[in-house]
């Protein structure tokens, strides 16, 4: 059944309240590693955040995540935001990636290191994926990174035993709720916690919600999951993580999607799956990335923890994202 081209809004929503989770025991404070911008930079910080907020002012998000890579699943709408609407992206990732030496070896050539040997995957890692990170986000505009560099264990699809012997929780949630504080950001982007992706994925999603959550209007942005689809799937349905009430959905059906297959440029040749590519294609010790990304929609859920007031400004950035071309 096909459904949501290009940008649409498909239901209305309730509440926008959510976390965000960060975790590194290693970096200032207020240090956004950034390239070519001196490690400590600290860039201006508006000095108030209306509890309405203007809706044709440039938008302004966080992109909370678990993995240096996950950051390609909203690629094309961070190439939106930025490229085009004149928006700012922060990207916050809690764990130092070290997990992923068992898909390096077409990397090992690149590197000149024995990657997927273990000791030595785990020590060299975390900077190259660092590296790559970065010159990934320069064609789609991140801004800062934020590195927590918590510790990338193993695959897993329990959340709770990463959240309870894993990360350090509360650092990682105190140094996220500074982070957002100080920047008031107006929506943050997290993936979807379904039931089937990783782990970290979701307990990535589930303190950038409990983070939110404690805030005080109007400092709270609006909190979006994500998760990738085809344009012929049946509707994806997500209602909640099982013993996450937290990730309780407004809508169980996305609330909005990007089309990257919308077609733009000389006779309609170009479209916005090309920016996804250039992204991970910079993951070179990822190998199994480049085999993973066919996916046609960048779907959005809404958590019901949101204030309701965000709905409209939801609303109006995908409808200005829809109307927008390079």
């Not at 094309?76 to 916050?92: C, F, H, N, R, S």
């Not at 975390?126 to 695959?155: C, S, V, W």
């Not at 979006?224 to 990730?247: Q, R, V, W």
């Not at 990257?260 to 440029?265: A, E, L, R, Y």
């Amino acid at each position: 059944m096909s459904y949501l081209t290009q940008f649409l809004i498909v239901i209305p929503l309730l509440c926008l309240d959510f976390v965000i989770v960060i975790g590194q025991n290693n970096v200032p404070k207020h240090s956004p590693v950034k390239p070519k911008v001196p490690t400590g930079t600290i860039l201006p910080i508006e000095e108030s955040r209306s509890a309405r907020i203007p809706p044709d002012r440039a938008p302004k998000a966080l992109i909370v995540t678990a993995h240096p890579d996950d950051e390609t699943c909203f690629a094309a709408t961070i190439y939106k935001i930025t490229k085009e609407l004149g928006g700012t992206v922060d990207l916050a990732v809690i764990t130092n990636g070290e997990a992923g030496y068992k898909y390096s070896t077409l990397a090992e050539d690149i590197y000149h290191l024995k990657l997927t040997d273990e000791a030595v995957g785990r020590e060299n890692l975390p900077a190259i994926r660092k590296r790559e990170l970065m010159a990934g986000g320069k064609y789609i505009g991140i801004r800062n990174y934020y590195f927590f560099d918590q510790k990338d264990t193993h695959y897993t699809l329990d959340a709770d035993t990463v959240l309870r012997m894993v990360w350090n929780v509360e650092w990682v949630k105190h140094r996220l709720r500074e982070l957002i504080e100080r920047e008031h950001y107006d929506i943050v982007f997290t993936l979807l916690p379904a039931p089937e992706t990783h782990g970290h994925h979701k307990a990535a999603t589930i303190i950038a919600l409990e983070v939110v959550c404690q805030l005080i209007e109007p400092a709270k942005p609006a909190v979006l999951g994500c998760g990738s689809g085809m344009k012929n799937d049946t509707i994806p349905i997500f209602h909640e993580l099982a013993d996450y009430p937290i990730t309780r959905c407004a809508v169980s059906s996305p609330i909005a999607a990007l089309d990257k297959t919308q077609k733009f440029g000389f006779n309609n040749r170009l479209n916005y799956s090309i920016i996804t590519s250039w992204v991970v294609a910079e993951h070179k010790s990822q190998g199994t990335m480049h085999l993973g990304f066919r996916s046609e929609l960048e779907n959005f859920w809404l958590f019901g923890e949101n204030n309701p007031k965000t709905l409209s400004y939801v609303k109006d950035l995908f409808r200005r994202m829809a109307n927008a071309t390079p």
